[in-house]
């Protein structure tokens, strides 16, 4: 379903790459054997901005996917995507990269 307007993080990209950054902790093994690359998770954005079903759709590691779960899991509610003017449950996806 197309939605009017798609869910986002409170304050924006800007904001989201800000609150990655300092809340990424790249794991000590992964670090260690130098695994880099991008995770992609999808989740429904809920009504009330919160997440849920969270899902790898593209793994780099174990331990880098599971450390993209952790991030996603502290994330402040979202803002909601609309359509007629109400919020609805929306699908979203994003990649979270992991550079050394």
Do not use: H
């Given at each position: 379903m197309?939605?009017?307007?798609?869910?986002?993080?409170?304050?924006?990209?800007?904001?989201?790459?800000?609150?990655?950054?300092?809340?990424?902790?790249?794991?000590?093994?992964?670090?260690?054997?130098k695994?880099?690359?991008?995770?992609?998770?999808?989740?429904?954005?809920?009504?009330?901005?919160?997440?849920?079903?969270?899902?790898v759709?593209?793994?780099?590691?174990?331990?880098?996917?599971?450390?993209?779960?952790?991030?996603?899991?502290?994330?402040?509610?979202?803002?909601?995507?609309?359509?007629?003017?109400?919020?609805?449950r929306?699908?979203?996806?994003?990649?979270?990269?992991?550079?050394?």
């Amino acid at each position: 379903m197309r939605v009017e307007t798609i869910p986002e993080f409170k304050g924006g990209n800007e904001k989201f790459a800000k609150f990655l950054n300092k809340n990424l902790k790249y794991p000590k093994q992964a670090r260690i054997d130098k695994i880099q690359g991008t995770v992609i998770l999808t989740f429904v954005v809920e009504k009330d901005g919160t997440l849920s079903d969270l899902r790898v759709i593209r793994s780099v590691s174990p331990e880098l996917d599971q450390e993209a779960l952790r991030l996603m899991s502290i994330l402040p509610p979202w803002v909601p995507g609309t359509q007629g003017g109400k919020p609805v449950r929306v699908q979203f996806s994003v990649p979270i990269g992991f550079r050394l």
